[in-house]
C-alpha cells in the first residue's frame, strides 16, 4: 500500500501564561515527537481521551497549527507549514469533517453554498454551476434536493454532518481527516454515518485519518489503530488485534473502561 | 442575506417611511415656508392655524419641524453610515490579523475613544469651518472606535468557528473568510448598535449645533430647533416639546428598525 | 403487589410555545423499587429528560403534565408542595454537566454542606466532616483539598464525583441520575459508574439512569426502560431486553452498535 500521509517527529509546544521578567513561558508540549502514517485508501484511528493531543495533530495536518518540530509529509511532498490559501492542491487533496452540533457550518447560508464553497474559494464554477456540483454531492451522501436551500438549524445533526461530508467530498480528496464525526450523534444516526464513510471509503479509496475517543468506532472502521496519551502514542498496530488484546496497560483500560454488551 | 417581514419591521417601516416621506416631501405638505417670518404671531400656542405653535419670531413650528426632517436624518445616518463602516473595516481586520498588528490597532483605537469629543469638533470646526457637514465627518469618525471594537470583539469568536477553520483548510485566503463568513455573521450584532447609534448621532448633533459647529440658523435641524427652545421652554413648552417629540419618535422607529432587522436577519426565525 | 418507590403513571408532558406545544411525553408507565437501579434508555428527541424533569418538578417555563407521579404511595409534588418529601434529602440528583451545576463563584465545601445546613441543621463543622467523609467514600484523593476548592480548580472526574457526593449526602431513597457520565473521558466515566452502582448498593438508594448508552445500561442497571418518541416502547430486567430485545425498536437500537456489526461491514440494512 502506497504511503500517503507520513507525520514524523511531530512536536507542538503551546505557551501559557505571561512572559515573567527573566524570560520564558510555561510551556504545554500538546504533541511529543508523534510519528504515524496513513496509506492510500487505510482507515488509521487516533483514539485518546482529552488532552491527549489528538485533536491538535489533527490540526497540524490540517494546516491550522504550525508545528514546533517534526514534519509532515504528504504524498511525498513536505507540507509542514505550508500555507494552504497558497496550495490549493494540497487544500483541496487534504479535508476535514468536524464534529457537529453547532459551528461546523456557517448558520447564515443555505446547505448548498456550505457544500459547494471549495468551488467559490478556488473561483472554479459559475453560481448555477456550483449549485448543480452542491445537489449531485448532497445525492451521493442520500440527501435530497430539498434540502439544498434548507438552513443548518433545520437540520438534524445526522443530515448536518452529511452535509459536511459532502463537502469534503467537493474536492475529491486523497485524505479526509474525521474529527469525532459521530461522537455527538444518536446511535441509529451514528450507524447510518458510520455505514456512508464505508461506503465512500469503498467507492472513492479516500484515506481516513478517525480521530475519536470512541473505542468501538475505531475498531469498527478502521485498519490501523495508534492510541494516544498526552501527546504520545502508547500502543498502536492492527485495529482488531488492539480492541481484543490491547498490550499496553493504557490501551487496556482504555478498552476495558469502554461498556459494551454481553461482557 | 434572507430578509423576513415581522411586527416590529413593519412598525418601524411605517413610522421611519413617514418620516422619510416628509422629509422628501416637506415643500409639499408643510403649511407654512420653515423661515416665514410673522411679527404679529411671535410665541403662540399650537392652534388650528400652527398646530404646533410659533417661535420667537412668529416661524410655523409644524413647518419647520417637518423641513427639519431631511437635515436631521441626513446627518445621523451619515454619521452612522461613516462609523460602523469604518468601525466593521478596521475592527474585522484587526480580528483576523492578530499578533501585533492587533494591539496596535486596538491601542490606537482605544487613543481615539479616549479624545474628547467634543474639544476635537471644537478644533476641527474652527480649522474647518461650522456646517453640518463637518459635524457629520467629525462624529462619524469619531465613532469609529466603537463599532471597531464590537466588530473585533465578534470576530475573535467567530473565526474560532469549526465553519471559518475548515474554509482556511479548504484554502480560502483572509478577505474571503471575512467577506463570506466574518462580516455577514457579525452584521446582526452591528445593525442593533446601528440603531441605538442613530438615536445617539441625533442628540450629539443637536448639541454641538448648540455650540454653532452644526447647523447653522434659520437651518431647521431638530436638535437646533431643540436648543432654540432652551430660553423658551418653561414657558412656551411647545417650543420643546413638539420638535423633541420628533427626536423621540424617530429615535423609536430607530430601535424598533434594529429590533425588526436583527429578527429578519436571523436564520433561524425563517419559516421552513 | 407492593407499592414501588416511585410510580409514574401514564405521564404526558406537553412543552412548546402556546400555539406550537406539542406532547413530548406521550403517556408513559414506569416502576422503580426500593434499591433498584432502573435505567431509561433513549435517543435525543425520545422525551427522557423530559421525564426526569417532570418527576423533580423542574419542566421549564410553559410546559403541561398531566398523571400520576407517586413517590412512596403518595403523589409527589403535593408532598414537595407541603414538605414531607424533599429535592436533596429524599430525593438526589445528578446532573450531566458538572460545571453548570456548581456554582462557580462558590466553594465545592460550601455547596455541599449548603443542604446538611439546612435540612438538618448541623453546624458548619458537622456538615464539613460529612461531606469530606462522603468524599472519601467516592474515591476522592484528598478530600480537605477538594472541599476548599473552586469547580473550576477541579477536573471533569473530580466535579463529577463532587455532585455524586452531594446527591448521596443525605441517604436519599432515590437518585435520579441524567447522562451524569456523557460529558467525561471514557476512563473517567467507567470509574464514576462503579461509585454510583457501589453506594447506591451500600446505601439500599434507588436510581433512575437516564442515558442513551446501551453498554453503560448492561453493566449498571437491573432494569430498563427503553423510550421512544415520548413511550415506553419495552421494559424489564436489563440483561434480558438487551440481549433479546422484543421490540422492532430496541432491536434496531441493538444492532446500531459498532460492535455488533461485522468488522468494516454495513451496520444498518442496506
Known sequence: MRELLNVIGLGVDFSLGSQTLFGGRRKLVALDELSLTVGEGECVGVVGESGSGKSTLGACILGLVDPTRGAIRFDGRDVTRLRRDRNPDVAKAIQIVFQDPSGSLDPRLPVWQSVAESFEIHASLRRSERRDAAAALMRSVGLGEDMLDRFPHALSGGQRQRVAIARALATKPRLIVLDEPTSALDMTVQAQVLDLLLDIQERTRVSYLLITHDMAVAGHLCHRIAVMRSGRIEESGDARKIVTEPETPYARALVNATPRLGA | MTLRLNASLVAALLILGSIVFVALFAGVVAPYSPNAIDAAHILEPPSWHHPAGTDEVGRDLFSRILFGARPSLLVAFSIVALASTGGVIVGCASGLAGGLIDTIVMRLVELVMALPGLVIALALAAALGPSLVNLAIVLGLLGIPFYARVARAETLSLRERAYVRGARTMGAGTLFVMRRHIVPNLLPTVIIFMSLGLSGALLGASALSFIGLGAQPPLAEWGALVNASRTYMLDQWWYAAFPGAAVAVTSFGFTLLGDGLRDALDPKNVKA | ?270
Open chain 3, 1 to 270: 403487589m407492593s407499592a414501588a418507590l416511585l410510580q409514574i403513571e401514564d405521564l404526558r408532558v406537553r412543552v412548546g410555545q402556546s400555539r406550537r406545544q406539542f406532547e413530548a411525553v406521550r403517556g408513559i408507565t414506569l416502576r422503580v423499587e426500593t434499591g433498584e437501579i432502573a435505567g431509561l434508555i433513549g435517543e435525543s428527541g425520545s422525551g427522557k429528560s423530559l421525564t426526569a424533569a417532570a418527576v423533580l418538578g423542574l419542566l421549564p417555563q410553559g410546559a403541561g403534565l398531566t398523571g400520576r407521579i407517586l413517590f412512596e404511595g403518595a403523589d409527589l409534588h403535593a408532598s414537595l408542595r407541603s414538605g414531607t418529601v424533599r429535592l436533596g434529602r429524599d430525593i438526589g440528583f445528578v446532573p450531566q454537566e458538572p460545571m453548570s451545576a456548581l456554582n462557580p463563584t462558590l466553594r465545592v465545601g460550601h455547596q455541599l454542606t449548603m443542604p446538611l445546613r439546612y435540612h438538618e441543621r448541623l453546624s458548619r463543622r458537622d456538615a464539613m466532616a460529612r461531606a469530606c467523609a462522603m468524599l472519601e467514600r467516592m474515591q476522592v484523593a484528598d478530600a480537605r483539598r477538594v472541599l476548599a476548592a473552586y469547580p473550576f480548580e477541579l477536573s471533569g472526574g473530580l466535579r463529577q464525583r463532587a455532585l455524586l457526593a452531594n446527591a448521596f449526602l443525605m441517604k436519599p431513597k432515590l437518585i435520579i441520575a441524567d447522562e451524569p457520565t456523557t460529558a467525561l473521558d471514557v476512563t473517567v466515566q467507567s470509574e464514576v459508574l462503579t461509585l454510583l452502582k457501589n453506594n447506591a448498593r451500600e446505601l439500599n438508594t434507588a436510581v433512575l439512569f437516564i442515558t442513551h448508552n446501551m453498554g453503560v445500561v448492561w453493566h449498571l442497571c437491573d432494569t430498563v426502560n427503553v423510550m421512544q418518541a415520548g413511550v415506553i416502547v419495552e421494559h424489564g430486567r436489563s440483561r434480558d431486553v438487551l440481549s433479546n430485545p422484543q421490540n422492532a425498536y430496541t432491536q434496531t437500537l441493538r444492532a446500531s452498535l459498532p460492535e455488533q456489526a461485522g468488522y468494516r461491514q454495513r451496520i444498518g440494512a442496506a
